[in-house]
């Protein structure tokens, strides 16, 4: 017989245990809603989820977001109603592709292209609406840019009915150097990394000439492996390699991968060298680099005339003969710049940049 006294002892001892349970359960709870998973993924507890301005779902969890900038506080809190929805992950290989077709050239106005568009955001971001992205499929593709308009809408044209077929969540930056100082390519794409992954974290990137139109859309614009050489057959070459080690045109990297190298140089002012000297720091940081396959890597190169903004930089071999002793000290890490404007247009989000002068 037990006395009432060890009776209610042991029935409180027993009340305690449960509420310790609950509590537990219920932080657990609360916990698994705030942090990540192994895909950076965290879900936001359904009642929280509403629509903003441009109709993109976002988790209203107070102080997780930085009300200018959008940028999460703390770790990423998943705002997706396609993950509420518990919709499948988006396949790498969508059936949404239709493998090589011919380029467009003609130039259509912005408007129209956003018209065709109308599933491209404010920004020049889409989302696909009837699957969740893969971490590796959230991609910021920065187009380096100065007084290209006509290439700029032949580009967009292509690449936003591209990248959508490739079921992307996508942003494109265009990188405008302004002022009149020779172009600087390498510098401009150092910028759209910094400048991007400000607003938002993108996993991986796609450094993007503006006058390169991806033919095949089996090119994957995701994360690589390893750095890759997207543009590896041009049809102006008559699709066959430009030399061994090129790295120009089109490239993709994961962010890990373009910290661990700093970045492109920031000191090639003018024409050649800056993506020479970047395939230098990848095959010795890295090494290795890939290159997509001939048949998918294909491109049409858009003509023009001789830019006088960007002449043939002379200190080119120069500046590569001693490349290796500034991996360290040129690149992300000296990094310097003045943004002048940063506006989201309908196919893009426009970041003006003031990268004062050759040195
Ligand atoms: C090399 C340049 C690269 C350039 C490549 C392809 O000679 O920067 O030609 O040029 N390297 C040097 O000048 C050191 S292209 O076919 O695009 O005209 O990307």
Redesign the pocket.
Known sequence: MLSDGTLSSRISVNRGIIIILCCTVSLLTVFSNFTGSPDNHVRCPPLLVSLDANGAFVCNASGYYDALTQRPLRLLIFYDKNDVMNLPLCDVKPATLIGRRNVSLEAHSEEDIAADNPKVLRGGRYRPSGCVPRQRLRVAVIVAYRDRQEHLQILLNNLHPFLQRQQLDYTVFLVEQAGNATFNRGKLFNVGFVEANKLREYPCFVFHDVDLLPENDANAYSCPQYPTLLSSAMEKNKYRP?YAD?F??VVSFSSRHFRQVNGFPNLYWGW?????DLSLRVRTRLGKLLQEPADTGQYTMLKHEKDAGNPVNPQ??KL?NAAAKRFETDGLSSLSYSVVKLERKPLYTWILVDIGQPG
């Open positions: 430009i090129y120009g045109g050649g060298g800056e993506d020479d080119r071999f590569l």
